[in-house]
């Protein structure tokens, strides 16, 4: 696996192709989902906050109706309406509560929220007292609002956006600034029921005062121009001044604690020259205004967290969109380039392997061809393109050369079959002249050297005939009526250097047909040479013929020498094979089995090899049943034979008078048994000849 890794060099094209893009498939991909994980983060960010606001908008009730109580407290209203607004409080401290327990909140403002939840536990000790001093009263409950208000403000802090922040803390600035006004209208309201304010009361109310003056400035540093517009609408007009007018005159008249001087020291102080109810109704109407901007900017507040969770919901899913498009975008142009190129290469690799196992090879086995080329069916101008064209010129090339080779084997063709012409007509013009010194010949010495002439040019026309074969021409020597089979396999071993050593078995009564003959006794006698050729001297080699099934004739051409091994064995029978199918073989070792080969496939006749190791060769030759039929016998034929075997046979000696026959088996061949043996080979071989044709 490790090799397969480092030899990158022979991974296959698709593989090379997602090697070169998962890199930036995979940083496009690392990119995408961390882009994605922000967003989502940011969205749960966001949603977070959405539960931070409905946990302000549930407190905000609550300081409400701390502030609600303290008014009652200090305009005196009654047991009763404090009851009432007490249940209002108690069931907003439990909607707060509910809501806290659906939120996650920072330990800062779980540990302020713990502390005001004790410090509102004491409520209801507070109400009970409430009738007994009121300006201690209205001072606790004071604490506890600004206690909430600062949970309020750590709660606002907590808003990370930039303009969720803005927002959070201009709604804290509102609600405290009307929290000021509404400390204002509880203090003034505790001085009317008494007709005057003390000290401290008037201190505490300049002290809101500017309190409220900069928190109004600093609600103007963080809120938007839209923002500002509402607050200035809302915190301005007639009940604005009225009560800004009423609250100076509270703050300048003389405080019931205060030290009198001169003439006016017993008289008793004037009381505040403010109506109850037109303080009431112009700080109730500055409160409205207040909580109809409080309401704006917690719709904006909220409306804001919606509108950001809702863009980081939709740029995750953008995010998520655009990333799977981009993958199944690379991936379809990884794909369809990546089919283009196993197309443009597969179309290059089906035209080379046919052109080198089809159209070249059928070019040089036939000679002939066209010197147009189909072009490689890539049509492009870039590499794929390129190559194409430049195979296009190689096979171009090619298939000149091999136009020119051809022509050149066919000129080297006709040049051998012209030359082969020639000296087998020498030859055969030889052997009749040493046929005619044969016949007025005494001398048996030199009788014998003549025929020793006469057969080295026999085996020469045999080598001239094989020559003929090789070159693709065709023998002159033919038979035009049918041969019997014996005569075959006995001019056969007539053909060979060794032909004392051939013993021929008795061959079935069949005949082979005129234009087959020739050639068959040539393919025998290549068998024959051979067997004689690889087999001791001492040894005889053995030819023989059978008829099987289907009328099929079977020649066993036998030796008794050291054999072939199995692997020779089936490269011949494979070169034999290979010759009949025209396929070119080394014939300058093996010219023999590749006339063999040729000569066979020309008539359709099985020829191989069989051997056991130290059991010498066996040739096996198929003749089919229409090349060699059967003879019929009848009387005629066989008294016609008798008498043409009474006149001469074709491989006994012809005298004027009788002469005793030849030992079976003498160590020696006499003269006179030579000039019968040839005078008989060839009388046989003209008669097979046409009665035009002379013998060559």
């Not at 609550?62 to 009432?84: D, F, K, M, N, T």
């Not at 004491?122 to 007994?132: A, H, I, P, Q, Y």
């Not at 509270?250 to 019931?256: D, Y």
Request: aromatic letters at 4%; hydrophobic letters at 45%.
């Amino acid at each position: 696996m490790f090799n397969a890794l480092v030899n990158w060099r022979n991974w296959r094209l698709p593989v090379k192709l997602a090697a070169v893009l998962i890199v930036p498939v995979a940083i496009a991909v690392g990119s995408g989902v961390l882009q994605i994980n922000s967003q989502i983060d940011r969205a749960e960010t966001y949603a977070a906050l959405q539960r931070l606001v409905k946990v302000r908008a549930a407190l905000i009730p609550v300081i409400e109706g701390v502030q609600a109580e303290r008014h009652i407290v200090a305009e005196g209203a009654g047991p009763e309406i404090l009851s009432e607004q007490s249940k209002r409080t108690d069931d907003a401290r439990a909607v707060l509560r509910d809501q806290i327990g659906k939120t996650s909140l920072s330990e800062v403002v779980t540990a302020r929220l713990s502390d005001v939840q004790n410090r509102i536990g004491d409520l209801t000790v507070l109400r009970d007292r409430s009738s007994n001093d009121i300006p201690a009263v209205i001072k606790i409950y004071t604490e506890l609002t600004d206690s909430l208000l600062d949970v309020d403000e750590v709660m606002a802090s907590e808003f990370g956006d930039a303009a969720l922040l803005r927002t959070a803390m201009g709604l804290h600035h509102v609600v405290h600034v009307r929290d000021q006004v509404l400390y204002q209208q509880a203090v003034v309201l505790s001085g009317l029921t008494r007709g005057q304010l003390t000290n401290a009361e008037v201190r505490a109310l300049v002290e809101s005062n500017v309190k409220l003056g900069y928190i109004a400035d600093e609600f103007a540093a963080l809120a938007t121009p839209d923002q500002m517009k509402v607050y200035g609408k809302n915190f301005s007009g007639p009940d604005i001044e009225a009560q800004r007018t009423m609250l100076a005159t509270a703050v300048l008249h003389p405080t019931s604690d205060a030290p009198s001087t001169g003439t006016n020291a017993n008289r008793p102080k004037p009381p505040l020259p403010i109506a109850a109810a037109d303080w009431s109704r112009a700080t109730g109407a500055v409160v409205a205004s207040m909580g109809s901007v409080v309401t704006g900017l917690q719709d904006d507040l909220r409306a804001t967290a919606d509108r950001l969770r809702d863009e980081s919901s939709d740029a995750a899913g953008a995010a998520s969109a655009i990333l799977f498009a981009s993958l199944i975008l690379a991936a379809t142009i990884g794909f369809v380039v990546g089919r283009y190129l196993l197309r443009s290469l597969n179309a290059l690799r089906r035209s080379a392997l046919d052109v080198a196992w089809d159209k070249l090879p059928e070019m040089v086995a036939t000679g002939r061809g066209s010197t147009e080329i189909e072009a490689v069916p890539v049509h492009t101008t870039e590499e794929f393109g390129q190559v194409a064209r430049a195979f296009d010129a190689v096979h171009q090339q090619a298939v000149k050369s091999v136009i020119e080779q051809a022509s050149m084997r066919a000129n080297m063709r006709n040049i051998f079959v012209n030359l082969s012409r020639r000296s087998q007509s020498l030859v055969e013009r030889q052997l009749k002249l040493m046929e005619e010194l044969e016949k007025y010949e005494e001398d048996p010495d030199q009788l014998a050297n003549l025929f020793k002439l006469d057969h080295l040019a026999t085996r020469m026309r045999r080598n001239n005939e094989n020559l003929m074969v090789l070159s693709g021409g065709d023998v002159a020597r033919r038979f035009h009526k049918p041969i019997p089979l014996t005569d075959v396999l006995r001019a056969a071993a007539a053909e060979i250097e060794q032909y004392q050593r051939v013993m021929v078995h008795t061959a079935p009564n069949a005949e082979v047909v005129g234009y087959v003959a020739s050639d068959l006794v040539r393919l025998l006698a290549e068998l024959l040479d051979n067997a004689t050729a690889f087999s001791p001297p001492h040894t005889q080699v053995s030819i023989s013929a059978s008829i099987e099934a289907g009328g099929i004739v079977q020649i066993d051409v036998a030796d008794h020498g050291i054999g072939i091994d199995p692997e020779a064995l089936e490269g011949v029978n494979r070169r034999l094979e290979a010759a009949g199918e025209g396929v070119d073989v080394q014939v300058f070792r093996e010219m023999g089995l590749f006339v063999v080969g040729r000569l066979a496939a020309r008539h359709q006749i099985v020829v191989r090899l069989d051997a056991k190791q130290g059991s010498g060769t066996r040739a096996i030759v198929l003749v089919p049943a229409e090349l060699a039929p059967r003879r019929q016998e009848s009387w005629e034929s066989f008294r016609g034979e008798t008498i043409e075997r009474q006149r001469a046979s074709w491989f006994q000696q012809t005298t004027q008078a009788a002469a005793p026959p030849p030992p079976p088996a003498p160590a020696r061949q006499t003269p006179e048994s030579a000039r019968g043996f040839l005078d008989a080979f060839q009388r046989g071989v003209q008669r097979g000849l046409p009665e035009n044709q002379e013998s060559r």
